[in-house]
């Protein structure tokens, strides 16, 4: 990765934040909306030119792009703009930024800053949109200036983005691969995942955890590849494992119900050179309104599905909905999409802590409903679901796991050190899904001993090193057993076990023999009755001591 390019990008954007401060919407609600819309703004406008000069030598050569593009007649300019790749957006000429930059000068700048940038949204809607579960289309751009409460600061909040922006050249940044532009990424939205909670997985997932997700999902070359992600939070999941298949091979479908998710979703998106599936990223509750199971791409669903679903939340609002759609047919009298959804049933409500209803028990659920035969899955769970309600028949956790197994679903169990998500001290585990396993086994990795301690933000968390991540990979992708680490089991014998998830079920208890002689082993008899009176001595006075002094507190 080129430390320059990463160093020039990263000021860039902490150059955007100062400016939004300095307007006083630092660490406001909306600053995000502003950065995301006007980091990726100068994104388009260089990608517009640099896909320009690639496309013709002339232009290449050209010594004044924009002189040379201006002077073309209006045929001939939208003739090159049907030219261009389909995920570079359509530049009007009077979106260029140097537009803009050569009219600070006007009057009421804001409001020209803002309609060049919803024209622009306007002309790319197609491409560029995101949808809703109802079906409504969310433009690319919708303005910035009236997030700045005085009218009269506006021109100059707005004149102070464009000047910062013409500083900056992103040409050298798209020779970039997927490390570049995963790390720019969480740079820029490290300040807007804080909040919340981590409610519908808006945190962003590890970059250990997601490649070790994609790496094992993905062992050989793959085409033609449909991924979703049902609680997609900002995308690292799925940008992972299109890198690991191939940006130009895959099609990304993907719901959330935050707003912000999926606007940040949006830019990582673009960045990573997957605007064509811009169409498939969905706003809304995938629990209640399933938009890609309701609107199947496929009949037969997904190839790959990767999530990390929100643990607990509170769903009592709905979940009484859910629950009694399990149970209805459609007017043909077919079954309902929820019948077949959440075999394993709903969670109830709970008499106290509402907010802690496992709702990753129906995403879990609906992840191995939205599998394509011979499809494969990885999703993040507590580690509890591991082994909770083991001797329990009707417990949803366990009917999901007897399901994996019985079906011979289940590919692989990984534990993971704690800590490794810095927002949440909640230990996890990854299930890994194989509607077309044939092994007749599954692998169960213990990495939770991995990884070293160090603090990120002052937040303490667990940091696996590149040979930690690769050996969980090759210990699933191999499928050797490593007493102590990893273990193949039979679902005969997962079976047998209760439907035990946890690796340290299985492995075996080993005894170390050690010869001694007679007089040896006296001898340490000795040493341990001599350490054991010590303690027995050093009990019994503090208990007098104590004593000693509730007499004491008595008598006063």
């Not at 990854?430 to 301690?453: C, H």
Request: aromatic share 10%.
């Amino acid at each position: 990765m080129n430390i320059q390019l990463t160093t020039k990008t990263k000021q860039l954007v902490d150059s955007l934040k100062s400016i939004c401060a300095n307007h006083g919407l630092g660490n406001d609600g909306n600053e995000y909306k502003i950065i995301t819309e006007v980091f990726l703004y100068k994104f388009m406008n260089d990608k517009f030119f640099f896909d320009v000069r690639n496309m013709d030598a002339k232009y290449a050569k050209a010594e004044n792009l924009e002189e040379a593009l201006r002077s073309l007649s209006d045929d001939d300019y939208d003739m090159l703009l049907l030219m261009l790749p389909a995920s570079t957006a359509k530049l009007k000429r009077e979106h260029y930024l140097s537009n803009l930059f050569n009219s600070q000068n006007k009057e009421e700048f804001a409001k020209l800053f803002d309609d060049t940038m919803r024209d622009l949204a306007a002309f790319n809607s197609e491409i560029f949109s995101v949808g809703t579960a109802g079906g409504e289309r969310i433009r690319l751009f919708a303005g910035i200036s009236n997030y700045v409460t005085e009218e009269s600061k506006r021109d100059g909040f707005c004149r102070a983005i464009v000047n910062r922006l013409f500083e900056y050249n992103f040409a050298d940044v798209f020779s970039q691969k997927y490390d570049f532009f995963a790390t720019i990424f969480e740079y820029l939205i490290k300040d807007y995942n804080k909040d919340g909670g981590g409610k519908y997985a808006e945190y962003y997932t590890p970059h250990a955890v997601a490649r070790i997700m994609s790496e094992i999902l993905v062992p050989a070359p793959t085409s033609n590849a449909m991924c979703y992600d049902p609680s997609a939070g900002t995308g690292s999941l799925l940008m992972s494992l299109a890198h690991k298949i191939g940006e130009d091979r895959c099609t990304i479908y993907s719901q959330d119900i935050s707003q912000k998710s999926s606007t940040l979703l949006r830019l990582n998106l673009i960045l990573n050179n997957l605007a064509h599936s811009l169409p498939n990223v969905v706003q809304g509750n995938t629990m209640t309104e399933p938009y890609h199971i309701s609107h199947k791409p496929t009949d037969k669903g997904f190839d790959y599905i990767v999530s990390n679903p929100p643990f607990k939340l509170d769903f009592s609002d709905w979940r009484d909905k859910i629950d009694a759609s399990r149970q209805a047919v459609r007017e043909d009298g077919s079954e309902a999409i929820f019948s077949k959804r959440f075999f394993a049933g709903v969670p109830k409500i709970p008499a106290k802590q509402v907010d802690k209803m496992p709702i990753y028990l129906l995403f879990l659920q609906h992840i191995i409903a939205s599998l394509k035969p011979g499809g494969k899955a990885a999703c993040v769970v507590p580690t509890g679901f591991l082994t909770e309600g083991k001797s329990k028949q009707t417990n949803i956790a366990n009917k999901i796991r007897m399901k994996l197994v019985d079906g011979k679903m289940l590919r692989a169990v990984v534990s993971m050190p704690s800590n490794i998500f810095a927002n949440t001290g909640t230990n996890v585990s990854i299930i890994f899904i194989d509607k077309g396993n044939r092994s007749g086994n599954a692998v169960l990795v213990d990495a939770s001993t991995l990884g070293e301690d160090i603090k990120d933000d002052n937040i303490k968390k667990t940091q696996l090193s590149t040979e930690e991540e690769q050996r969980i990979i090759d210990s699933v992708n191999e499928g050797e057993s490593e007493n102590g680490f990893c273990v193949v089991k039979t679902f005969a014998e997962i079976k047998a076990a209760g439907y035990s998830f946890n690796p340290g079920t299985y492995f075996d208890v080993s005894i170390d023999y050690v010869d001694i002689s007679a007089d040896e082993f006296a001898e340490k008899m000795s040493e341990s009755k001599a350490r054991l009176d010590t303690m027995f001595a050093e009990s019994s006075s503090l208990e007098k001591q104590i004593l000693s002094g509730l007499e004491g507190l008595l008598l006063e």
